[in-house]
């Protein structure tokens, strides 16, 4: 239970009012903040470990894509590619980083950053079309950048200034 709640309880305590009740998606997502709870240095070690992990997988899917092995290319760089965004969720917790990325200003770049995941993935393991799998990487890798700019307050402003100079 966080500080927020604590109070909220304790001030319902001393007016006497009943508590709310949680809806389903309420009681699941503190299940799971609560079975995930870490101090601070195990959320920074979490952290940096699978950001690492992300970063490392990355960069050795880049020597399938010099001998042409798209499959293995697509799913090695897909990989390091969600470990790299998932490894935020320790530091502000899986609920949260849920909560943040359908956010309106965040819903479109994580829609399409997932979808190209998916996308790269089926390409690669159907077509084979180095091409399209490269232009989907492509997709997925600015719709990542567009989805880390919204956590930076006018960054997505100077982005499309830097994008879109007249």
Known sequence: MGFMDRMKALG????????????????????????????????????????GLGILFSFLSLMFL???????????????????????MFLMGPGKQCKNM???????????????IAGTLAVAFTIGS??????????QFMAMIWYCVTYIPGGQEFMKRMVFRS
């Open 12 to 51: 319902q305590k001393i007016t006497g009012q009943e508590p709310e009740p949680e809806t389903l998606p309420q009681q699941l997502l503190r299940q799971v903040d609560e079975a995930t709870t870490m101090t601070w240095r195990q959320r920074a070690i979490g952290f940096g470990i699978t950001f």
């Open 66 to 88: 010099w001998t042409l092995q798209v499959t293995k290319f697509a799913v090695l760089y897909s990989i390091g590619s969600v470990l790299s965004m998932g490894s935020t």
């Open 102 to 116: 359908v956010q309106p200003h965040r819903a479109l770049a994580t829609f399409v950053y997932l979808a190209s």
């Open 130 to 139: 180095a091409i399209l799998v490269i232009f989907l990487l492509i997709i």
